[in-house]
């Protein structure tokens, strides 16, 4: 193979410099991208200006630098300048990016050539994208320190949320709310006082950072009086600097230590029961408004508590302990199916005085992935949340209940569907709020199903009915809300059908690999061949993945399709090593099917089975496969490389791809996207996007294969961009096993690069 050209080697060596980005500050890359300029080029002067400020130079002292002359370089590509203490010399200059960088790079003796012209314009686009990527690097661990503040605050109040959901004792949550406080806060001294709550008019009272003899006389001390009596009488938070010259409520000799301090009611049933303060030691000290923030925040959480209190004590008052475990699910402390149907049936009988009754029928979508993925703790944590933004989004009147699994249901009595549905809309905004969950991001989304009521309708069959709505948001894309009619239960039967249709056939073996071949477009013989699924259906003829792929994800039965195609591909492979012993074969594989447990051992025992060595098989994944589970991804991508198993990113380009994610995964083909491969020939954009991923990949030692190539200009105008594998209708559509060994067949020959 021919060594490749100067400036490509000087190109690559150049880009080496920034797969280091996570290591890489703005000021050390531009540092070290001048020094890597001058050693290519041989240059005296190498200098990165911003608009008409040099920001660092090369070639000159610090305080010697000619600004003037440099920006004179910058305005004109090439030039002969005349620079004090080397004399004559040769410039050229290049952008470095939009944002008014430009790159001087001037050269006594020889003048740039056209090869050297080329290579400084490269490395000023390279150093222009990697002071891009690095700006946003530095962007994102800021914001994943803003988000982990945000998380231990979230963390912590998830606690105090967990006590409060499970039914855990008051004492026990206002304990843990002013423990809460002083971490959060910083603060010395954290009080909670509550009346009203339970037998008696006793205070219900917690103090931290305070001796535990000053409780009885802190739970004494009369709400309205003193500093926190402000709160109390005024209903709103208060804040003091000279918290000595106020209070009344800690005793004399202790205020005396305190400066700063600040108090906040806490609600119960329209009225307020109690006041949390905090105060603090530290002389000059302030409470900033995010700390206010969050002692209102805590605040809420004990007027949570307390309004939990004390429905559970009116509770209590008419069910028996085991009643409660009996109607209400253990994992959410929410109504269980039961005592929903229940609520139902009570509520239709006033539908039949003409109250409308409507019932939303809300499933987490791709929860059971979030499941398979992270793990069954992590999935109960999300479903805690998933009661508690419920239990926030609807009306107080509204019943939550958890029926099973990640599905819930909300019975709002005196509203009709329509209404219902702005309900349901509501709740579907508050899932997709942010959540992190073990320093973890999630997006969550949920489908929301509703019916209303209608005459003779039991419990049972409108919850029936807003199921069926439900299914039908799942069909529609999810993240979305249904009102049900009498036709969707037709369409749910058909959807019952299509999955017990697809369950059949994999066990008779309908669903098949076609083939669709890779050519080498040097040769014009066949590279390499990517398996693509259809269904032999035994009266609907073939079908294409659109067909039923969705379905399939959803139910997961993409798992055991995945397992046929990658089994039936090798077996091909494996028989079609007479015709072309080099030839590799490409199997995608769904992200259901990548966090599956076992698809390492399936995948050795596959490759043992056919005898088929594992660089014959290349996996397809995508980049948001990738980005899904970065720990376990790697994990399993090591594991299957150790096979010998070999992996390409599919549609690369149109996603989140970075040099860091190439470096770090065992990455050794890109599949260039059909959508910029469509505008070869005619979309300078496109052409510049595909030239770029070129030379990445060649730098880089990875194949590259550009997908949907149509026309013989697009083929003409990668053969002359350097890129040799190609597929797509040009050459040939997937195809099935017979057709593919015929194509193999030497007795098979190419004209004109078609097939």
């Known amino acids: 193979m021919p060594s490749a050209p100067w400036s490509t080697v000087q190109l690559a060596e150049f880009l080496e410099v920034f797969e280091l980005l996570e290591m890489l500050d703005g000021v050390n890359m531009t540092r070290i991208a001048v ?23 090369l070639g000159f002292p610090a305080d010697a630098v000619p600004v003037k002359l440099l920006r004179n370089a910058a305005e004109v590509r090439f030039s002969i ?70 998380q231990y605050l979230s963390d912590r109040l998830a606690q105090i949320q967990k006590s409060i959901s499970h039914r855990a004792p008051l004492q026990e949550v206002m304990d843990s709310i002013t423990e809460g406080a002083a971490e959060l806060l910083g603060a010395d001294v954290v009080g909670l006082r509550i009346v009203g709550i339970g037998e008696g008019e006793r205070p219900i009272a917690s103090l931290t950072g305070y001796p535990e003899e000053g409780l009885d006389q802190f739970r004494s001390i009369p709400l309205g009086q003193g500093f926190s009596g402000r709160a109390f009488i005024e209903g709103k938070l208060v804040s003091t600097e000279d918290f000595s010259a106020t209070a009344t409520e800690l005793g004399a000799d202790p205020q005396e230590l305190i400066e700063a301090a600040m108090a906040a009611p806490v609600h119960h049933d329209g009225r307020i029961v109690g006041v949390i303060n905090v105060a603090s030691r530290e002389v000059g000290h302030v409470f900033t408004p995010a700390q206010e923030e969050i002692l209102l925040r805590l605040a809420d959480h004990a007027s949570l508590a307390v309004t939990d209190a004390a429905a559970i004590h009116a509770l209590r008052d008419s069910l028996e302990g085991e009643r409660f475990k009996a109607s209400h699910d253990a994992l959410t402390a929410l109504p269980n199916r039961t005592t929903v149907l229940e609520m139902i049936e009570f509520e239709l009988d006033h539908t039949a005085r003409g109250v409308p009754l409507s019932v939303l ?12 993925m992270y793990g069954h ?16 989004a609807v009306r107080e009147e509204d019943l939550v209940g958890r029926l099973a699994g990640d599905e819930f249901v909300v019975v709002a009595p005196g509203i009709s569907a329509e209404d219902a549905e702005a309900l349901a809309q509501r709740v579907t905004y508050q899932m997709t709020q942010p959540l992190v969950i073990d320093g973890r991001g999630t997006q969550l989304s949920v489908s929301v199903g509703v019916a209303e009521s209608a005459a003779g309708l039991s419990s049972e069959e409108l919850l029936g009915n807003a199921d069926v709505a439900m299914y039908r948001a799942k069909t529609s894309g999810r993240d979305c809300v249904v009102c049900y009619d009498v036709q969707m239960r037709d369409e749910m039967f058909k959807r019952a059908d299509l999955e017990q249709e697809i369950s059949l056939g994999l066990k008779a073996g309908e669903f098949v690999p076609f083939f669709q071949p890779s050519m080498n477009l040097e040769t014009g013989k066949v590279h390499s061949l990517e398996a693509l699924v259809r269904w032999n259906h035994p009266t609907r ?56 447990p076992e698809i390492v051992d399936f995948v050795a025992e596959t490759l043992a089975k056919y005898r088929l060595h594992g660089s014959r098989l290349w996996l397809e994944i995508t980049e948001s496969m990738v980005m899904a589970n970065d720990a376990m991804t790697l994990e399993i991508l090591r594991s299957l490389r150790s096979l010998g198993v070999r992996f390409m990113v599919d549609d690369f380009g149109t996603g989140y791809s970075s040099l860091v994610y190439l470096k770090r995964y065992p990455i050794g083909a890109l599949k260039i996207d059909r959508e910029f491969v469509d505008g070869l020939g005619s979309d300078l954009e496109d052409e510049a996007i595909v030239t770029a991923i070129i030379r990445l990949a060649d730098a880089l030692g990875h194949e590259v294969i550009a997908e949907g190539v149509e026309t013989e200009a697009q083929q003409e105008w990668l053969v002359q961009s350097g890129c040799i594998y190609a597929q797509g209708f040009l050459f040939s559509k997937a195809i099935s096993a017979d057709a ?11 004209e004109n690069g078609l097939l």
């Open 361 to 372: 029928y809300i499933d987490v979508d791709r929860f059971k992935l979030l499941n398979d």
């Open 541 to 596: 003829g073939q079908l294409a993945p659109d067909a039923f792929l969705e379905l399939a994800e959803e139910t997961g039965l993409i798992v055991e399709i995945d397992k046929s195609v990658l089994d039936e591909s090798c077996r091909q492979v494996a028989g079609w090593t007479r015709f072309n012993p080099d030839l590799t074969i490409s199997v995608n594989l769904s992200v259901r099917h990548f966090a599956h």
């Open 81 to 150: 300048l005349q620079v004090p203490g080397i004399g004559e010399v040769h410039s050229v200059s290049a952008a470095v990016s939009t944002a008014g960088c430009t790159m001087v790079v001037l050269r006594a003796g020889n003048p740039f050539d056209k090869e050297e012209e080329t290579l400084v314009r490269s490395m000023a686009r390279a150093l222009g994208l990697a002071m891009t990527a690095t700006d946003r690097l530095t962007e994102s661990r800021m914001l994943a320190e803003r988000l982990a503040e945000r």
């Open 740 to 750: 593919t060994e015929a194509l193999l067949s030497p007795a098979v020959t190419v």
């Open 35 to 57: 020094d890597r300029v001058a050693a290519a080029l041989d240059a005296e002067v190498v200098a990165l200006l911003i608009d008409e400020t040099v920001v660092r130079c």
């Open 377 to 392: 703790s992590f999935g109960d944590r999300v479903l805690i949340e998933v009661a508690s933004r419920l239990r926030s």
